[in-house]
Structures are given as structure tokens and as C-alpha cells.
């Protein structure tokens, strides 16, 4: 086992800054995720950390030591990628016990290693089998017990579960998790799919353009977003942002949306808020689409709106609500019952507003039930 270090990692093709100053400490043994859209920068970093690239400026520690003129055969590292490359003309016995075979090992140990490690991967019953009478879950089992049995420092995989059907994502990301933990390894999975990092990561990285916009475990990065940009990347639907404009009078600062107002009275939200006024970057208010309830009737601190257009999804409906000329979605059951252009009522979790800076896009304040705050 081993950690993983990245320090101040820049990476240009041509014009291109595919990396940009990107930092990060992967701790030995931890399952950490790499979340970014196509083209932020993620199989780049998967490539230097193995040293198939060589970053411009920074360096790779693997452990304590520096890998940046290290070959990808000395790092000692295991990369699964979304392309499998198992040899068809070999047995699957022997496509696990290839990377053995490399190293001269015996022929008695190689067997009994690879008869172990199908037997924790359930495929033990397919070693005679070759690769095209195998399902695509089962060829990438066989990928991953190649990169096993060799047992390496870490594990690199690169959007490994991306060719396969929905049903089989989930069946395999249940058997990737139940095998990190069992070995305790170093894991370190790059995705688009922010199903996979929140259900797998110890940690996530959500990566940009090429640059780190924030990481921490799945539970904070996605009630505590840093910027706009990671408020959308996690969750589906994402969160909803209704441009807003501030007023302070008093000891009352007043959030102002066209379909609503928002007083604020806390101490600290307001030093914070109260800096926008007047400030032409303007105010973002947030709010996840399972933070607000629907009514058919008004009441206190219920805001007016109209229904849109409704999207059942079987187990839940996303219902599209206009509120004056912006349109957010709403979480709703299943059971739940509208029609396009018919009143109702929103009723936000006060304590579940984030708002953010429209220009940068950075996080400014995010609410909670000790937050004094009324909606008008």
C-alpha cells in the first residue's frame, strides 16, 4: 500500500492548460473519486500519476518518494481503463496470471494466486473460458484480478464501469466497494458519474478545466458546496439558483427575489450578505430540488408559484414550478398530482439556503436551523 501526492501539478498541450497548479493528497488505503465533466482533466492526471505523462511543473510522490523520472513499470501501480485490453486469444486463467507470468514467478504459486483471487471476484468458475463468451461485467472482474494478483502499491481506474448498462454499473459498484474494503488498498477512480463518487468515495476531487474546485468526503461537498460550479456537478436534478438583489436597513438585511423576499436577522449572515449591496457581481440563492415541499394551499412562509410541467419518474416526480419568470424543479412522490398552469404553493427549507456569488460562482453564506430567517 502506499500514498499518493500531487504537488502543484501543471499540464499544457499546445495552448491547452489540461492541469493547472492541481494539489492533492490521496491517503494510503483510501477509496478517493476524481469527479470532472469530459475534458476537465481527469485521465490526464490518472496518466501522470502512473508516469505515462510527465507533468511541466510539480511533483508525483508515491509513499514519500518522487516519481517524476520513475518508469510506469517501477511505480508499481495497477490502471484499469474504460478499454479492458484483455488478450482474446487467452484463457481467462491466463489473462489474470499474465502480470505473474512477467515477473518469472512459479508456476504453483501463480495458480494458487489466481485461483484465490477468482474465488473474491466469483469468477472462478469461468478460468477456461476466453474473453468473448463472458458478459461485460464478468471481462471487467477479469480486468480487475489482473490488476490484483500482482498485488501493486495502488489502483488507478479510469471510468471503468462507463461501457456497461445501467444495471450492471450497480452490481459492480457494489463488488468494487466490498473489494477496496476487504483489501484495504489505495483506490483511486476517475468518473463523470456523480452516482459512482458519492456511493464509493471515501473522498471526491471535483476537477474543472483543470483545476481543483474542492474535495472532501461526499456528505460535505455535497451539503457544503464552494462554488456554484460543484453545487451542479452533485446531485440530480442539481440545485436551483434564482438571482436575487440585497437590501440592508437596520439590523435587517433583505434578500429580494421578483416572487419573493427573504429577512434575514442573523448576526453573521448578514456581515456576510450585507457585503453585496450594491455590488454589481449580484447574489445567488440556491436551493436542492428535495429542500422544497409543495402545497396546494398558502400558509406562512409559502411562496406563490405556478406548476410548469410535471416529470414522472416512477418511484418520484420532478415537478417544474415558475415562480414570476424563473422556472426550478421540485422533488416530489410519486403519488403527487398536477396539471400545467395550476397554482401552488412552495414551501423552501430555509435552513438548506446556499448563496452564492454570481460573478465568481463562490459560496458565500449557507444556512442552517439556527440561522434567523423569514420568508416574506
Known sequence: MASIKLENITKTYKNVKA?????????????????????????????????????????????????????????????????????????????????????????????????????????DWMLDKLPSQLSGGERQRVAIGRAIVREPKAYLMDEPLSNLDALLRLEMRVSLKELQTKLSETFVYVTHDQVEALSMGDRIAILNKGRIQQIDDPERIYKLPKN????????????????????????????????????????????????????????????????????????????????????PLGNETIVDVKIASNVIKVLADSSFEGRPGQKIWIEPKKYKFHFFNKKTGDSIFHTTKETELEIL
Open 19 to 123: 492541469l493547472d497548479d492541481v494539489s492533492i493528497q490521496i491517503e494510503d488505503g483510501e477509496f478517493f473519486c476524481i469527479l470532472g465533466p469530459p475534458g476537465a482533466g481527469k485521465t490526464t492526471l490518472l496518466r501522470i500519476i502512473v508516469g505515462l505523462e510527465k507533468p511541466d511543473h510539480g511533483n508525483v510522490y508515491i509513499g514519500d518518494e518522487i516519481v517524476n523520472d520513475l518508469h510506469p513499470s517501477k511505480r508499481d501501480i495497477a490502471m484499469i481503463f474504460q478499454n479492458l485490453a484483455l488478450y482474446p486469444d487467452k484463457s481467462i486463467f491466463d489473462n489474470i496470471a499474465f502480470p505473474l507470468r512477467q515477473q518469472k514467478i512459479d508456476e504453483e504459486i501463480i495458480k494458487e494466486k489466481v485461483t484465490e483471487i477468482a474465488k473474491q471476484l466469483k469468477i
Open 228 to 311: 456554484m460550479f460543484v453545487a451542479t456537478v452533485l446531485g440530480s436534478p442539481p440545485m436551483n439558483f434564482l438571482e436575487c438583489r440585497v437590501e440592508v436597513t437596520g439590523g435587517e438585511c433583505r434578500i429580494i427575489h421578483e416572487g419573493f423576499i427573504l429577512s434575514v436577522k442573523d448576526k453573521n449572515a448578514i456581515e456576510v450578505i450585507g457585503k453585496m449591496i450594491g455590488n454589481e457581481e449580484g447574489l445567488v440563492l440556491g436551493i436542492r430540488p428535495e429542500d422544497i415541499l409543495l402545497h396546494n394551499f398558502g400558509g406562512k412562509e409559502r411562496i406563490e408559484a405556478e406548476i410548469y410541467v410535471t416529470e
